[in-house]
């Protein structure tokens, strides 16, 4: 009897074994230039970014793709699951490089769809686009341009300390995703560039984009259809076109925006500073229950804007209104200065006028004057210290 083991210790030592074996299974590591990457800005270095993902989304321990220092020179990059593990981590201390020829990539650059626990850690995405961007300005016929990095139905996305510089159009696209977390991304393109939205979420739930400086020509943050439970927390926005929801509207039939959450934001030089905007024709899309609170403006052409006449080049809009349903819209400590004589400017729909815009604690000045307010189809409440005169 007294070699005999108990069934409390033959579990135990079964327990261990299977712990050490299968939980503890060591996670693995590819090096991208042990896989024939070379770090000189030039050599393509597309085949092998694509073995390590190969090999890290067969594995089915955890796995982490290493990109050293040095500048590698990729051509368009499809990360594509369902894998074989959630737990892959992309960590990046280099600079990735894209094509100066903005005919060769097509509509994304770097791309991952259909992935699960995806961490992009570190590291620059070089999207070289300033030719494009000239091309553009010359009134050329030139391609839309490649989005930097897209994720496009994936869930549990981490990015983390990623620098985006001069993207061909888009620089971070989030698409039909859940639970994606971004904190401390620098996104940066010339305040001219064209399209370079620097990032833009849509058709996705429980983003997350906290602790990030964006400095680029279009909106630094766009928020499309089909977005709900959005949080945006200390980001620094400018040059750019602000903080915007939308354009909303385009389609007839569309999914809505709703419970949306911008704060501590800063806003210098840009042209809006918070903006819902939708298309001058019918839908029924919507946004709703949105709070924009601790806003800071520094000389901002717009800062508080909703325009439901959005209509450019005045093609398919004109003599119609805008069916999207603005509601629960709550700015809340929004203060600083205004590069206009018209800070606050609500110019709803009349065919669906704005409902429970609430203003509290609001203090726009323009040239040291107190601003003004336009409101036209808007409704609401002001409570607290609000300058502009509440026009609700």
């Not at 139905?153 to 971004?182: A, D, E, P, Y």
């Not at 709900?228 to 620094?236: F, K, Q, R, S």
């Not at 809006?272 to 298309?279: A, D, E, L, M, P």
Request: glycine fraction near 10%; charge should be positive; proline fraction near 4%.
């Amino acid at each position: 009897m007294g070699n005999q083991r108990s069934p409390q210790l033959v579990l135990s030592l079964v327990f261990v074994f299977f712990y050490s074996t299968v939980v503890l299974a060591a996670p693995v590591t590819y090096n991208v230039v042990s896989l024939g990457a070379k770090a000189d800005g030039k050599t393509d270095s597309t085949q092998a970014f694509l073995a390590a993902w190969t090999k890290a989304c067969a594995s089915v321990s955890p796995a982490t793709i290493y990109v050293p220092a040095g500048r590698f020179y990729l051509r368009q990059l499809a990360f594509n699951g369902p894998c074989k593990n959630s737990a892959i981590i992309i960590r990046i201390d280099g600079t990735l490089v894209a094509p100066s020829d903005y005919n060769v990539l097509g509509n994304n650059w770097v791309a991952f769809s259909h992935v699960n626990g995806v961490t992009l850690s570190g590291g620059i995405l070089d999207g070289q686009g300033s030719g494009l961007w000239a091309c553009k300005a010359s009134g050329k016929s030139c391609p839309n341009g490649a989005t930097t990095l897209e994720f496009s139905n994936s869930n549990n996305i981490v990015v983390s300390g990623l620098t985006s510089l001069n993207s061909k159009m888009f620089h971070i696209v989030v698409n039909g995703c859940q639970n994606v977390k971004m904190q401390g991304v620098k996104v940066s393109a010339d305040g001219n560039s064209p399209n370079t939205d620097g990032i833009h979420v849509q058709l996705s739930s429980g983003v997350t984009i906290l602790n990030s400086k964006i400095r680029t020509g279009d909106d630094c943050i766009s928020i499309g259809p089909g977005t709900t439970n959005l949080w945006i927390e200390n980001v620094a926005c400018g040059p750019g076109h602000g903080i915007s929801i939308g354009s909303l509207g385009k389609d007839s039939n569309e999914a809505g925006v709703q419970n949306v959450t911008v704060k501590t934001a800063t806003f210098t030089g840009t042209q809006n500073g918070v903006r819902i905007k939708s298309w001058g024709r019918p839908s029924n899309g919507f946004a709703r229950n949105i709070l924009f609170q601790h806003a800071v403006m520094v000389n901002v052409q717009n800062p508080i804007v909703i325009d439901q006449n959005y209509c450019p080049d005045n093609k398919g809009c004109p003599g119609q209104v805008s069916g999207v349903k603005i509601s629960d819209v709550t700015y809340q400590d929004i203060h600083g200065s205004s590069a206009t004589e018209v800070a606050v400017k609500f110019d709803c729909s009349s065919g669906n006028p704005c409902s429970r815009i609430r203003l509290e604690n609001v203090k726009l000045t323009y040239q040291n004057q107190a601003a003004e307010a336009s409101c036209i189809h808007a409704a609401g409440t002001s409570s607290g210290f609000v300058q502009p005169t509440s026009c609700l």
